[in-house]
């Protein structure tokens, strides 16, 4: 069975009408708008009807019930029969189940270490860590406390009063990540740790200098407690308090500015030095995901992991629902039996989360990826997969949890981009790399984001929230091979202070969003 990125090779050739991912595909995509009457030439079919940009096109006859692949790989069955030269989507393709061969390991391979190690310039913790930002995080227990850590953030807004950190130029800002919940649900439960440990992995993450945690005082996530489940420990850069405790929201902002200014002489004193790239968690994402998703930008990302594992990084693939139906591909990848089994068991309670829930794995693609080009959640998830390269799967977490393992990891999340970068920062990852074929409008404070284009339409259209384009994969002009090397070098860049389009638009804190999971009472 090929590698994902070894399969994928658009023809040089911008001539060319359609590209074949593989010898076994009964689809071809369609480069440009194809009307009816083109002929394939490379393929010997003629085109019936109009195929959009990016869409599938049937390069044979395909029986109804037949499997279809993409990739070499099962994207669905044909609902009825499908002639050469056809559309193929959501008209005449559905879900169908069929058996994957896991066969742990078979394709585990010793990662060559890179000849003359990368570096970027990185801000050291006292304790080791190593930061790629230096924000000062205001963080809440639960949604009542989110309108005084906003207060307390805008104060410190650079465009709103830009004399506020004019004497801190050190410190990139000060952000409040609020959220929606934090009370009426099981105090021993599932959703209260899984919140808690993605509120403890922000509190402790390397990006930040300092961080407050406000509360109410009487909600069911107890500051107290989460401190004591995260093993945190209040000090002078880690401060919290309680709204009913310091005496009402004016009392309360007025504080928490104060331990704010408290905090910033010191944060600013953060310096860049070199140090190398092992120290890069890099948090993989894809949204509004289209028809050359998996075939430009995920690929270009996939070989830049492939480098950055060879510098002795970490890249952590997420998204379980959008891994579904490929999944057998990253467990031939596991270093052992047991990183493949954790997966699939991953795998295995989301079924079981969707059947209780009366949900569906396959409510993906959403309907802008169907526009785009994809039409099941099986051809999705193959286009997907091809972000981690073809390095070794070494360990798989579960949401939020710290990530300490070196080359790629997985982490269990939700498919919902914020929810799912959350866990990844949570975890560690201190940049995000995120690629779209729709178009994405996207940062994730205090981690930043590199947000990558598929096509140069979209990469035309909306330049000012891209960082780097892929669609010249498609026309030829340059290799996955270049532009995973041309993405590595923007990765070690932003990692050393190069502000994201994300960054320099002001997104971030609206994009703080801990997956919600359980009852609420």
């Not at 004399?163 to 801190?168: D, T, V």
């Not at 990183?339 to 989360?353: A, D, M, P, Q, T």
């Not at 780097?468 to 026309?475: P, S, W």
């Amino acid at each position: 069975m090929p590698a994902m990125n070894d399969i994928i090779k658009p023809a040089a050739n911008a001539a060319v009408q359609a590209i074949r991912l593989h010898k076994d595909d009964d689809v071809v995509i369609a480069r440009n708008q194809l009307v009816g009457g083109t002929v394939l030439e490379c393929e010997g079919v003629r085109v019936s009807g109009l195929i959009p940009a990016g869409h599938k096109v049937a390069a044979r006859h395909i029986e109804q019930g037949q499997a279809v692949k993409r990739y070499g790989q099962i994207i669905g069955f044909a609902s009825r029969a499908i002639q050469p030269g056809e559309h193929v989507h959501t008209h005449n393709l559905a879900m169908g189940d069929f058996s994957r061969d896991y066969a742990f390991c078979a394709d585990a391979k010793a990662t060559v270490p890179a000849q003359q190690t990368a570096s970027f310039d990185g801000i050291v913790r006292h304790d080791g860590r190593v930061a790629t930002r230096n924000y000062i995080g205001i963080l809440t227990s639960v949604n009542c406390s989110a309108t005084v850590a906003r207060a307390i953030a805008d104060r410190f807004r650079r465009d709103v009063f830009p004399e506020a950190l004019a004497a801190y130029p050190n410190v990139d800002g000060v952000v409040a990540l609020t959220h929606g919940v934090g009370c009426a649900v099981d105090p021993d439960g599932e959703a209260l740790a899984m919140l808690q440990r993605t509120l403890g992995g922000y509190a402790a993450h390397p990006n930040f200098a300092g961080v407050l945690v406000i509360g109410l005082g009487c909600e069911t996530n107890q500051i107290s407690r989460l401190m004591e489940t995260q093993g945190l420990i209040e000090a002078d850069f880690l401060r919290t308090f309680n709204i009913q405790e310091t005496g009402g929201t004016a009392k309360t902002i007025e504080h928490g500015v104060k331990l704010v200014h408290g905090m910033l002489a010191e944060a600013d004193k953060a310096r860049r030095q070199p140090v190398p790239a092992r120290h890069l968690v890099v948090g993989l994402q894809c949204g509004g995901s289209d028809g050359y998703s998996g075939i430009s930008a995920n690929p270009a990302l996939g070989a830049a992991v492939d480098l950055l594992v060879q510098h002795g990084g970490t890249a952590i693939l997420s998204e379980t629902p959008e891994i579904y139906g490929a999944e057998h591909l990253l467990t031939r990848r596991a270093v052992n039996r047991e990183v493949g089994e954790k997966l699939v068991n991953r795998i295995r309670w989301w079924e079981s989360y969707c059947e209780r829930n009366n949900a569906a794995m396959n409510n993906n693609p959403s309907a802008g990826n169907k526009a785009g080009g994809l039409t099941t959640v099986l051809e999705k998830s193959l286009g997907g997969i091809a972000k981690a390269g073809n390095t070794n799967l070494v360990e798989v977490y579960e949401y939020a949890q710290h990530v300490s393992a070196k080359g790629l990891v997985f982490m269990d999340t939700p498919g919902y981009d914020p929810i799912s970068a959350t866990g990844q920062v949570a975890g560690g990852a201190n940049l995000i790399c995120f690629t779209t074929g729709r178009g994405s409008a996207y940062g994730c404070a205090p981690a930043p984001s590199l947000k990558i284009a598929t096509n140069n339409a979209l990469w035309d259209r909306q330049q000012e929230d891209m960082d780097l384009n892929c669609g010249t994969i498609l026309t030829g002009e340059a290799s996955i091979a270049e532009k995973g090397a041309e993405l590595f070098q923007l990765m070690l860049d932003t990692a050393s202070g190069k502000r994201s389009r994300s960054e320099q638009h002001g997104y971030g804190q609206n994009e703080f969003v801990p997956w919600q999971i359980g009852a609420i009472t």
